[in-house]
């Protein structure tokens, strides 16, 4: 069954610190992997958008990580800034017919002063 | 406008009562989809519309939920004889192809009574 399971369900860090955040997945076939930002009463923001061949990709303070082979991807956000106080939400495209999204549940990221 | 837009923003309504909801894609955008997001959990897929093919309705939760798609544009979603546990914030999406990033509304929050 095609799964994506984000951890932790939720974080709290102080203002200026780094966290990472972890997606772990069964999708097959693999088509790419997104990351998108949800702030509270919006609709999510891509992030970013991997293919099976990329392994980092940067977005400003937001880095992703892919590694296929273990199906594993992590969001790394340097120098948090309160701003970055939102749910971040991992997305797998599975290569079918229709490109089939499944979605993570979130990581809800609270930044504190 | 250069965005996803939906409305109307908000909705509250009685149980049993029928409404509509809208979205505007980005122009151009040949993929198009709805998902429904209740408090503080993820999003739910609903239907996708991708170019003139058939939709993908495999979301839809019961018989009282039902979208079009007109001229390849506009879309909206249509839930009969609402229940309370339709209450949710109902999102599109829209993206140039099935395999790039969505961009999202703000969403409808509908509540019924």
């Known amino acids: 069954k095609n799964q994506v399971e984000q951890s932790p369900q939720s974080l709290i860090i102080l203002e200026g610190k780094n966290c990472t955040l972890q997606?772990?997945?069964?999708?097959?076939?693999?088509?790419?992997l997104r990351w998108y930002k949800q702030d509270t009463g919006r609709g999510p923001v891509s992030l970013t958008i991997?293919?099976?061949s990329e392994n980092t990709k940067s977005n400003g303070r937001y880095t992703a990580t892919l590694d296929a082979d273990t199906k594993q991807s992590s969001l790394h956000i340097t120098a948090s800034q309160l701003s970055d106080s939102a749910s971040y939400i991992c997305?797998?495209?599975?290569?079918?017919?229709?490109?089939?999204?499944?979605w993570g549940a979130g990581t809800k990221l609270i930044i504190k002063p | 406008g250069a965005g996803v837009s939906q409305s109307p923003s908000n909705k509250v309504t009685e149980k049993g009562k029928d409404v509509e909801l809208r979205c505007d894609p980005i122009?151009?955008?040949?993929?198009l989809y709805w998902y429904r997001q209740s408090l503080g959990q993820g999003l739910e897929f609903l239907i996708y519309?991708?170019?003139?093919?058939?939709?993908?309705k495999s979301g839809l939760p019961s018989d009282r939920f039902s979208a079009e798609r007109t001229g390849g544009s506009v879309s909206t979603l249509t839930i009969q004889r609402t229940q309370q546990e339709d209450s949710a914030v109902y999102l599109c999406?829209?993206?140039?192809?099935?395999?790039?990033?969505?961009?999202f509304g703000d969403g409808t929050r509908l509540s019924i009574l």
């Open positions: 997305v797998v495209s599975a290569l079918t017919g229709n490109y089939q999204l499944i």
């Open positions: 991997m293919t099976f």
């Open positions: 999406a829209s993206s140039l192809t099935p395999d790039q990033p969505q961009h």
């Open positions: 519309f991708q170019g003139n093919s058939a939709p993908d």
């Open positions: 122009s151009g955008h040949t993929a």
């Open positions: 997606c772990n997945y069964t999708v097959s076939p693999f088509s790419n």
